[in-house]
């Protein structure tokens, strides 16, 4: 499933993007930019446009302020949402308690596209494999739905039959932008990812709905 990311601060521009894709092919991603800047109206204009909404703001607290801001969230007509594992078990089952009487499903963020193998080995005092590894650890043992990982850590999400995977860093070219560890859609699918990220790539197109269609023919 492709997932189209809409970063923009403006509602016109955020609902021109949306009026030019198909939910047929694709959902829509709002996150902090968006969300921040415009609120719950895009995400209002996206359901009622008959999108499948993923609201992707990487939530990172104390577990009672996680599940109480989902608990909010959850009132939305969203179907996804991002926590970050880092966060820790207590934290990703209290964002489990949450959404359970929901259909909404939490995904667990591992390790951001943006950081290379020595980001992490500053950070985390580990390889981006080991970080990614950890946190798959934690994110079994607290049942979440799924993590958003690079593609290139989509062996080690599935080797956990349990865990869906959500992709960013997806890119048609190289656009030597800040993502680091990237792939092209049909790679991305055809190691295992069950939703591919995709956002510059179709919202900065001349021609927005063409670029979703061949992302789209690209991965049948």
């Known amino acids: 499933m492709i997932i189209v990311a809409i970063d923009e601060i403006d509602f016109d521009r955020a609902s021109l993007i949306i009026d030019n894709l198909d939910s047929t092919k694709c959902m829509v ?5 968006s969300f921040n800047s415009i609120g719950k109206d ?17 939530l990172h607290d104390i577990p009672n302020t996680v599940k109480k801001t989902i608990q909010g969230l959850s009132l939305l007509p ?24 929901s259909k909404i499903k939490v995904f667990g963020v591992t390790a ?5 193998d020595e ?22 043992f607290a049942g979440i739905d799924g993590v958003v990982c690079s593609p290139h850590e989509l062996k080690l999400v599935n080797s956990r039959r349990s865990l869906l995977a959500i992709t960013p860093g997806i890119r048609i070219k190289d ?5 680091k560890r990237v792939m092209t859609p049909k790679e991305a699918i055809d190691m295992g990812s069950d939703f591919i990220v995709i956002g510059r790539p179709i919202t900065l197109s001349s021609d927005i709905s063409k670029s979703l ?8």
């Open 119 to 140: 980001d992490t080995l500053s950070i985390f005092k580990r390889t981006t494999s080991d970080q990614v590894n950890a946190m798959l650890d934690i994110a079994e």
């Open 213 to 220: 269609n061949e992302v789209y023919e690209s991965i049948q």
């Open 42 to 58: 895009i995400i209002y204009y996206a359901a009622e446009k008959g999108f499948d909404i993923f609201l992707d703001l990487k």
């Open 175 to 179: 656009l030597k932008d800040d993502q």
């Open 29 to 33: 991603k709002i996150g902090s930019i």
């Open 78 to 101: 969203i179907t996804m949402l991002t926590i970050h594992t880092s966060g820790g078990k207590d934290m990703m089952l209290s964002a489990m308690e949450a959404v359970k009487n």
């Open 112 to 116: 951001l596209t943006s950081l290379s």
